[in-house]
């Protein structure tokens, strides 16, 4: 692993988040495959921040795989090394907890994340609002987005100071979605 190319340290990931997340699907309109979101999460951090720290970019293609799937914090350290492991571990939530408590811990922790734990986590709030605006759950009220929004604002105040670009097409993002939101009746 150590002496990997970039292009192969990705292609792995991605397969590897691609057949974890096989099976599931986001839960917006179109229903679209669930690895799509942690391609474009690894994409915004590339495109927009000008990542090029190869751990970063994979754990952003494997940010939710403990959390939603059966991989464990071991397989990811044993494929992708510890650093790899330790962001994915700043990204997971504890899933014993209540959905509302896990949501307040987030906005409570972000501050003491790592840098480039924070910079994935920006990306990953900037990927689920634009979801939210273009393809909304269905069974979603306006109430409900706007509650998401207003949250993933809340963590993201404790994440800054990590990519200007990258902040700034999160505030891009909130502001498009609160003029969606606003909107629809
Ligand atoms: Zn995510």
Redesign the pocket.
Same mark, same amino acid.
């Given at each position: 692993m150590k002496d990997e190319s970039m292009q192969s340290g990705l292609l792995r990931a991605t397969l590897f988040a691609a057949t974890q997340h096989r099976e599931q699907r986001r839960k917006g309109s179109g229903a679209t495959p669930y690895v799509n979101?942690?391609v474009d999460?690894a994409t915004l951090l590339a495109t927009v921040a000008k990542v090029e720290d190869l751990a970063i970019l994979q754990a952003a293609l494997l940010? !939710?795989t403990v959390e939603d799937t059966a991989t464990t914090f071991e397989q990811i350290e044993e494929l992708f090394g510890s650093d790899v492991r330790f962001l994915v571990e700043e990204?997971t939530d504890d899933k014993t907890l209540p959905k509302a408590e896990r949501k307040r811990l987030q906005v409570e922790h972000a501050p003491e994340m790592s840098s480039r734990g924070k910079l994935i986590k920006i990306a !990953?709030k900037i990927?689920?609002i634009r979801d939210i605006i273009h393809r909304p759950p269905p069974d979603w009220s306006l109430e409900r987005r706007r509650a998401y929004v207003e949250w993933g604002e809340a963590v993201v105040a404790g994440c800054r100071g990590v990519s200007e670009k990258l902040e700034q097409l999160f505030d891009q993002i909130v502001d498009e979605a609160k003029e969606v939101l606003e909107r629809r009746p």
């Open positions: 979101h942690v999460v940010h !939710d990204m !990953d990927s689920n």
